[in-house]
């Protein structure tokens, strides 16, 4: 029943999801709801998480150090755990943007022509 | 810290998520109902988002592995039967195998248990005549002080002596030693001393005759005692972990260890004694060497014109590890047995991959839930796994129990079967190959259910509900297990079949042999009041006259024999110098029929006839004289003699082709009377007469006690020990693996008629017979079984040439074993599948309908 949906979703590659979390948090430490929602908007919810996969994301940028975790109070005065970006982690950032950048342009280069000649 | 501080949080982490989401949900104008679950379906499985985000925590694979490993011990428990069964076969394929490693292990690898092994040299001159190693005594001490390629030398000979002295006298297994035997067999006193080389009227005694005939007293150390009526002194007790290891000839005739050790005779003493000879290679030095080195002190005698000590024969040196000359002989057979215990753990291995099959159809469903809430298939796979093991360490432990009590029983059953097999046991070899094998199994029977269950197509296996289908693919690949399984069985059924049919060669014997009916035994006469012949001469004819005068007694008489070797001047000879060794035995007028040859030609020798007639074998008559007839024709042993009768050959072991070339003397004739085999025919219950014969034999001289009295069926039965053994082994094997080839064709066709309980009511409501369904269900186990004997004949005729050299008169592929194996296979096949067939022919179609 999902699969038309599925279709136009974009799986997200792990590496990926890192860069979109600390993108994220450059702004402000934020929870993990808050995350998912941002992505999501941002994206115009092309990009859709499935919100789960978001979590074991996050342990994995603690475990490396370029994020951290810390108890905090939400908007509504509940507890939430809030991650915010590190040093380590803002220097990742921008290699990763870098990369990505690259990575992106030069895929663009390559896939022009064919679009040139779908769409006369 | 930060895991356990980020792992503490996560679950209300992941409930706060999913109450936002929620919340959200309904600000947009849900029900809440419909809000939280579109926020748990928008977040996933929770169950999986726990797991991989502990995963990250690296150690969460070994939390995981004692999860899997808790569930897979539960999963066994529930289900007792079917855990039961599994172990138990594993038990019996990793104990049969374990134990024939630890045997294998302790005869071909370990290193003998003597100081520097490795250097450890047998040193022999091969005789062809009579198939052994022998060396003369004389070469030896010629060996011993010329040859410089050995740091160490010694000789021992078989020597049965009689121990006596104030108020006991025995007969005991000695060994007579020389040269540095004590230092090569690593010997220390454990009271007293070991006899230097060269001293003579010494004896050292084992641990066991110490403490049995002198009941541990250490004053007999220094004391004398009376051996073989000379008196000679004590000089020691070995300690009781001393072990002759050496290679003994005589052990299938004479199994107890050494009793005592005496020394050699010396140089020239007694020309014609043979021994053993060992010897310890100096560093750096080959056998090669150390063998060109033999061969140049043997033609230094020969130049010098020196008479050999055995007459003139053909020299054949030799020079090999010690170790080859202990174990050659049982390589074969244990590489074949170890092959065979490979056989019976794959053929247990496929019969439980078999039953696991059958069991995962059962578990479809549960295995489909795990998937759907998010187990991973690697989890799967690894869970499954982790049952697999679990049921291995289980099998495993149980085999090595089983193993233990194998080896003991081997060891007890025939210690002498193999060399060296007394050193088999459990040690770590033997426990780190069971547990080896055990991983081995579980991986083989663990893959493939496994991989058939990882591919379980989620939607169709929880749609099909309560019933469980194995499904077509299933069912499919059982038969061919089943089919492998019985290609197995038949390799081991042929090769135990081909033993069993040598042994039944080994056996045949001619009409009226009857060896159950003849008692042997032997005399020694030892001390000072048999030192003159006389003496001798009277107490066998005292002993002659008394055995026949016995009641029951049908025959009697008395042998002995020694080795002849020369030019006897055959006449079918083409170059009448031609050297031969002959069989001279010496036998009193009955003593033939009572071991029972049969008089082929000419008549029986009496105490009447000359001391030059004489009877020749079968074999020694076509030899000596080719077709020509042999009666009161002559031949120089090196005496002349004149053939008065031949008799059949007597097969003397049952081992072994031909028997030697042989002719009888007058008993007169012996140059030494002093010991004698003695045979009595009898009518009647040997266990009743031996007491008697025996009692009568020691009322001559009662200093003089016969011994080794056994009947000819056990003194032959003896000679074939070591393929017993083996025959015993394979018969285990193949045993087994007939069981499970049963165990399996009744498992997959019982659980294809199970499978097919609905078909088989359709068929019935139809108004097909019951004969018809039996009909079915037998023609799928006989197919099964045709593809399974036709692959495994194939197999075994490959196979069983690589056992060639333990068959006695039976060709490796010999139609009649393969047709009989065949038959029986298939036979138990048949039966296997007729219990599940019948059972389908009770089918009720209305229950059978309604089941669905």
């Known amino acids: 029943m999902s699969t038309r949906r599925e279709e136009n979703r974009i799986d997200l590659l792990q590496g990926t999801l890192d860069l979109l979390i600390l993108r994220t ?52 005065n509940r507890r939430a755990k809030y991650y915010r970006l590190t040093s380590k982690g803002r220097k990742q950032l921008r290699a990763e943007t870098t990369k990505w950048e690259k990575l992106a342009g030069a895929i663009a280069r390559i896939l022009r022509p064919v679009s040139g000649e779908v769409k006369p | 810290m930060t895991r356990r501080r980020m792992l503490d949080g996560l679950d209300a982490e992941i409930r706060d998520h999913i109450r936002r989401e929620t919340e959200e949900n309904i600000e947009r104008g849900m029900a809440p109902e419909e809000a939280r679950r579109a926020a748990l379906r928008k977040f996933g499985s929770v169950t999986r988002v726990n797991e991989e985000t502990r995963e990250v925590w690296s150690w969460v694979w070994l939390e995981q592995l004692l999860r899997d490993a808790r569930d897979a011990l539960r999963m066994q428990w529930r289900n007792p039967g079917f855990t039961l069964v599994i172990v138990v076969t594993l038990a019996l394929g990793i104990g049969m195998n374990t134990a024939i490693f630890s045997v294998a292990h302790a005869v071909l690898l370990k290193p003998l248990d003597y100081p520097n092994p490795d250097r450890l040299v047998w040193l022999a001159d091969y005789d062809p005549n009579i198939k052994r190693d022998i060396v003369s005594l004389n070469d030896f001490y010629e060996w011993r002080d010329h040859a410089q390629s050995y740091a160490a030398m010694a000789a021992y000979g078989y020597q049965q002596a009689t121990l006596s002295g104030p108020g006991y006298g025995s007969q005991v297994t000695g060994v007579a030693v020389a040269g540095d035997f004590w230092t090569l067999a690593g010997a220390q006193p ?36 009376f051996l073989d009526g000379r008196q000679a002194t004590v000089a020691g007790v070995l300690p009781k972990n001393f072990r002759f290891q050496f290679p003994m000839w005589w052990v299938t005739i004479q199994p107890q260890p050494p009793a005592v050790y005496i020394p050699m005779p010396p140089r020239d003493a007694e020309r014609w004694r043979i021994a053993n000879v060992v010897a310890a290679l100096r560093p750096g030095i080959g056998p090669g060497h150390a063998l060109a080195e033999l061969h140049a002190l043997e033609e230094r005698a020969l130049r010098a014109g020196e008479p050999r000590p055995l007459g ?75 049952e697999s093991l679990a049921l291995a360490v289980a099998g495993g432990v149980a085999g090595v129990a089983f193993a233990a009590g194998a080896v003991r029983a081997l060891i007890g059953l025939s210690p002498h079967a193999v060399p060296r097999l007394a050193e088999a046991g459990m040690d770590g070899d033997a426990l780190a190959f069971a547990a080896a094998v055990a991983m081995g199994a579980a991986m083989l029977f663990g893959a493939g259910p496994a991989l058939s269950l990882r591919r379980t197509h989620l939607q169709s296996a929880l749609k099909e509900g309560a019933r469980a289908s194995a499904g077509s693919q299933r069912i499919r690949m059982r038969r061919l297990l089943v089919a492998v399984e019985l290609a197995l069985s038949i390799v081991l059924l042929a090769a135990a079949g081909l033993m069993v049919k040598s042994f039944w060669r080994m056996n045949a014997r001619p009409p009226g042999f009857a060896p159950e009916s003849v008692l042997t035994m032997k005399i020694r006469l030892a001390g000072p009041q048999y030192a003159d012949r006389a003496a001798c001469e009277a107490y066998v004819r005292e002993l002659l006259l008394r055995l026949a005068s016995t009641p029951g007694v049908q025959s009697a008489g008395l042998s002995n024999w020694f080795l002849f070797s020369g030019a006897p001047a055959f006449p079918a000879d083409p170059s009448p110098d031609q050297t031969r060794v002959i069989r001279l035995n010496a036998a009193s007028p009955n003593y033939l029929q009572a071991v029972g040859a049969r008089l082929v030609k000419g008549r029986w020798l009496t105490d009447a006839d000359p001391a030059g007639a004489v009877l020749l074998n079968e074999s020694m008559a076509r030899q000596a004289f080719g077709d020509a007839d042999p009666i009161g024709r002559s031949l120089r042993v090196p005496q002349p003699v004149t053939v008065v009768g031949v008799v059949s050959d007597l097969k003397y072991a049952k081992l072994d082709a031909e028997p030697p070339p042989e002719v009888y003397v007058r008993y007169q004739q012996l140059p030494f009377l002093r010991g004698a085999d003695v045979a009595v ?17 020691s009322d001559i001289d009662p200093s003089q006690p016969v011994y080794d009295m056994k009947t000819l069926e056990q003194a032959l039965a003896d000679s074939i020990a070591p393929r017993r053994f083996n025959l015993f082994l394979l018969g285990t094997f193949a045993s087994a693996a007939l069981l499970l080839a049963i165990v399996g064709v009744y498992g997959v066709i019982a659980y294809s008629v199970a499978e097919r309980t609905r078909e088989i009511g359709v068929r019935m409501a139809l108004g097909a017979r019951r004969g018809r369904v039996v009909g079915m269900v037998m023609r799928e186990g006989m197919l099964i079984a045709a593809a399974g004997i036709a692959a495994g004949l194939a197999a075994a005729l490959v196979l069983t040439r690589l056992m060639a050299s333990l068959l006695y008169d039976v060709r490796p592929h010999d139609p009649l074993t393969f047709a009989v194996v065949a038959i029986v296979l298939a036979a138990t096949a048949l039966a296997a599948s007729m219990g599940p067939a019948l059972k389908a022919a009770l089918v009720d179609p209305v229950v059978a309908l309604r089941h669905e």
Not at chain 2, 195 to 212: I, K, S, T
Request: hydrophobic share 50%.
């Open chain 2, 312 to 386: 003139a024969r053909p020299v054949k040196l030799r020079v090999e590890p010690l170790r080859e000359k202990l174990v050659a002989e049982a390589r074969p057979t244990l590489l074949v047995l170890l092959a065979a215990g490979g056989f019976v753990l794959l053929i247990a291995c496929v019969n439980i991959a078999s039953l696991l099959l059958a069991r995962s159809a059962a578990r479809q469903r549960e295995i489909a839930i795990r998937m759907a809430v998010g187990g991973g298939g690697a989890r799967v796979v690894r869970q499954l796994l982790f």
């Open chain 2, 681 to 697: 025919r009898i009518a009647g219950d040997p266990s009743v007469l031996a007491p008697v014969i025996r009692k009568r034999i």
């Open chain 1, 25 to 76: 948090l450059l702004a402000r430490p934020a929870h993990g709801h808050a995350i998912a929602k941002t992505i999501e908007r941002n994206s115009d919810d092309v990009l859709q998480v499935e919100q789960g996969s978001l979590y074991p994301a996050l342990h994995r940028l603690v475990r490396r150090g370029w994020i951290a975790a810390e108890d905090g109070l939400s908007e509504n």
């Open chain 2, 190 to 225: 454990a009271m007293g001393r070991l006899f230097a080389p060269g001293e003579q009227d010494a004896v050292v005694l084992a641990w066991d005759l110490f403490q049995r005939e002198f009941s541990g007293d250490a004053r007999i150390v220094g004391g004398s005692v």
